[in-house]
């Protein structure tokens, strides 16, 4: 066995690394810095056969109760920069989505304003295509470099099979390093469009609370009938619905709340009261939005 870099710990609680605060402790926890420092651990891992795992800000993320095996890495240091170069901001793949979508309003670029209300960082949001309002990652990212135990390669928007919150991300792959191309833009009107967003976003969302966002995806089912997920969940009524420390929010019933006690497994089991309740109500079957890490089983899958 290789020597364990200095940077890991062991038996590492996850719960404050995930937004709605639920989940037991990785086997192995690291925050790389830098390339060097990522080499070094995926090296380790692979020598020890362990399995990698990423934490972005933990903003869509259920982690199991019973915690994760093998390595999970969250990117500091260098990772959190963000460069700009003529209408390119190159990010390190921990880099914060709304500090990118300020910095690009400060250098008067435009075509990330979609960024400023969506709490992840950038790896995350290519590994999920995060979008809002319009706007999604898919059309302004130029490439990824993704870092994986096999090699480091660049890969463009074409490569990365996106769809609705979807990439083809594999387990253990990495988003070091990201490229957006942006356009020109008036400084004036990108920063009152982040204004208008964040106004929008306070009066349709619940604010201050522990929670992971969208519980489920907006379902293409035509016996929805266009509905969101949140609304079929409302019209279900699920709004304010309970299990242990873990409820639908009242203001919006696609975001699962914690209380204050909630458990992964609390978790779940509203998830599958919920999705029960629309299946019953109008036929139409929501698929979870919301990423697992560790032994998540959902009874349904
Ligand atoms: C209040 C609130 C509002 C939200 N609004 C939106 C919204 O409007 N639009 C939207 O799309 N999403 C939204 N989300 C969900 C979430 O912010 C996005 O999905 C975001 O892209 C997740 O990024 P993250 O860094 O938090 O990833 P995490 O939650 O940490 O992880 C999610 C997945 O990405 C993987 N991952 C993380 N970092 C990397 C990396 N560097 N390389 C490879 N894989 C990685 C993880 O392994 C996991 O599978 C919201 C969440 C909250 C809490």
Partial sequence: MSTVPASVRHDYPLERLATVRTGGPAEHFARAGSDRELQELLSWARAGEQPVAVVGSGSNLLIADSGVRGLVLKLAGEFLNIDLDGLRLVCGGGARLPAVAAN????????????????????????MNANAYGGELASVLEWAQIVSADGCERRGPEQLGFGYRHSNLKEGEIVQRVSFLLQEGDPEQVKETLEEMRRRRHEAQPQ???????????????RAEGRSAGLLLSEAGCNGLQVGGARFAPKHANFIENTGTATTADIVELMTLGRQRVLERCGVTLEPEVQTLGPVDFPWS
């Fill in 208 to 222: 201050g609370i522990k929670t992971f966002g969208s519980t489920f995806k907006n379902p293409e089912d035509a």
């Fill in 104 to 127: 690009a309003a400060r250098a008067g670029l435009s075509g990330i304003e979609f960024g400023v209300n969506i709490p992840g960082t950038v790896g995350g949001a290519v590994r």
